[in-house]
């Protein structure tokens, strides 16, 4: 059975830093795609981050610049680093792994993400 684990979320003041972590068991990673979605208060489920199974990445318009996705096969394992994060980045961050080609699809339990002074 497949899991996704996150770790990393926090409260961080505006400007600063944090590192979101997912491990994933139970199934090979490296074949997977890779996903990082957030929802905030009232809002809907968004795609912040995406990685290919190839390493390809895209991310969305509002974390261009400050975002990072990254993945680490060896670890079974896909970061997303956060810089000059802002207080409307406040959410929930779930990970997301897609395995191409199928309706395959698993999430994580999600982790909290407050940036406020």
């Known amino acids: 059975q497949v899991q996704l684990v996150e770790s990393g979320g926090g409260l961080v003041q505006p400007g600063g830093s944090l590192r979101l972590s997912c491990a994933l068991s139970?199934?090979?990673?490296?074949?997977?795609?890779m996903n990082w979605y957030r929802q905030a208060p009232g809002k809907q489920r968004e795609l912040v981050a995406g990685?290919?199974?190839?390493?390809?990445?895209n991310l969305a318009d509002s974390v261009k610049g400050r975002f990072t996705i990254s993945r680490d096969n060896a670890k079974n394992t896909v970061y997303l680093q956060m810089n000059s994060l802002k207080p409307e980045d406040t959410a929930v961050y779930y990970c997301?792994?897609?395995?191409?080609?199928?309706?395959?699809?698993?999430w994580g339990q999600g982790t909290q993400v407050t940036v406020s002074s």
């Open positions: 997301n792994a897609g395995f191409p080609g199928t309706r395959l699809d698993y």
């Open positions: 139970g199934s090979i990673f490296r074949l997977y795609a």
């Open positions: 990685i290919t199974s190839g390493g390809s990445t």
